[in-house]
């Protein structure tokens, strides 16, 4: 099975910072890389698809990148509702793998 | 609009069974890839399994941990997706989501979920 391994587990940041995370997996899976913002309480959304494609209905703010097999999720100017965990998943094979999540939390 | 509503869960002892239903509505039930998705607390999100539409041939794909104990499938007459979940364990507790699976392989919609308790 590949491996997600996301950095880091949790983050602090205050409302207008740029925020990074980071997702490694343990073989190629070329560009085939998801993220997904999950609430508690609500269903999963999905941000970004194969790496870097921002999902219909999504905020521009949201953003993805690529490198080898290290993926990121960047939020160009955190707001208060992006208060919530962060998965990465690999649609590359079966069986489908996610990160072990980061959660993002507003100072 | 998209929706996928599960039903079935519930508290249910160690050994125990439960069967989830997902219904569709909002898509064509019958042309969709749909999967299962639970949360529990020790492991985030995992993917559970796979079936492909029946036009495609139906097949299912399972997740080590669940293969052999867990069966999905699909009721296209019904717009309805199941889960029979079999020889719970304590580590099964979680809530288990029915998400399409489309031609990416990403979870596009989501249900709200059922919570499935596993405990004596």
């Known amino acids: 099975d590949i491996q997600m391994t996301q950095s880091p587990s949790s983050l602090s940041a205050s409302v207008g910072d740029s925020v990074t995370i980071t997702c490694r997996a343990s073989?190629?899976?070329?560009?085939?890389l998801n993220w997904y913002q999950k609430k508690p309480g609500e269903a999963p959304k999905l941000l970004i698809y194969?790496?870097?494609s921002l999902q219909s209905g999504a905020p521009s703010r949201f953003s993805g990148s690529a490198s080898g097999t290290d993926f990121t999720l960047s939020i160009s100017s955190l707001q208060p509702e992006d208060s919530a965990t962060y998965y990465c998943q690999q649609s590359y094979t079966i069986p489908r793998t996610f990160g072990q999540g980061t959660k993002v939390e507003i100072k | 609009e998209v929706q996928l509503v599960e039903s079935g869960g519930g508290l249910v002892k160690p050994g125990g069974s439960l069967r989830l239903s997902c219904a569709g509505s909002g898509f064509t039930f019958s042309n969709a890839w749909m999967s299962w998705v639970r949360q529990t607390p020790g492991k985030g999100l995992e993917w559970l399994g796979r079936i492909k539409s029946t036009a495609t041939g139906g097949a299912i794909d399972y997740a080590a941990p669940v293969k052999g104990r867990f069966t999905i499938s699909r009721d296209d007459s019904e717009n309805t997706m199941y889960l029979q979940m079999n020889s719970l364990e304590i580590e099964d507790t979680g809530v288990y989501h029915c998400?399409?699976?489309?031609?990416?392989?990403?979870?596009?919609?989501w249900g709200q979920g059922s919570l499935v308790t596993v405990s004596s």
């Open positions: 194969t790496a870097y």
């Open positions: 073989q190629s899976i070329t560009t085939y």
């Open positions: 998400t399409t699976d489309n031609s990416l392989g990403t979870f596009d919609d």
